[in-house]
């Protein structure tokens, strides 16, 4: 079982930022933001890890995120960080649809 290491990083880079909007803004909601959608992230990344067919929650949560982000950064501008999340949301998206459409990039076989 190969550790998901862009999913715990993806995971920890969202968490990471909620606490940095803590710190810089003192916005609480940005932290409980950035940990909560961090910890579902870094249990979908967990799923994954454990078996690379369970990643319904990742790709739900990357979904989400993505969604969420992309209209703040629709209706903002701001590149810093709906724009980046938004990116690396759809990144991560795109990875996780890629491996669903091509079992043979990661040797798993779906069903």
């Known amino acids: 079982m190969p550790l998901d290491i862009p999913g715990f990083a993806y995971a920890a880079t969202v968490a990471a930022g909620g606490i940095l909007g ?25 799923q994954t890890t454990q078996d690379p067919n369970n990643y319904g929650m990742l790709l739900g949560t990357s979904a ?39 079992p043979s990039l990661t040797g798993t076989k779906h069903q």
């Open 64 to 102: 989400a995120l993505g969604g969420i982000m992309g209209y703040r950064f629709y209706n903002s501008g701001k590149v810093m960080p709906a724009g980046v999340i938004t990116v690396i949301s759809t990144a991560m998206v795109v990875r996780l649809l890629v491996r669903h459409f091509s």
């Open 22 to 46: 803590y710190v810089k803004s003192n916005s609480i909601p940005s932290l409980g933001a950035g940990l909560l959608f961090g910890s579902l992230l870094g249990f979908g990344a967990y």
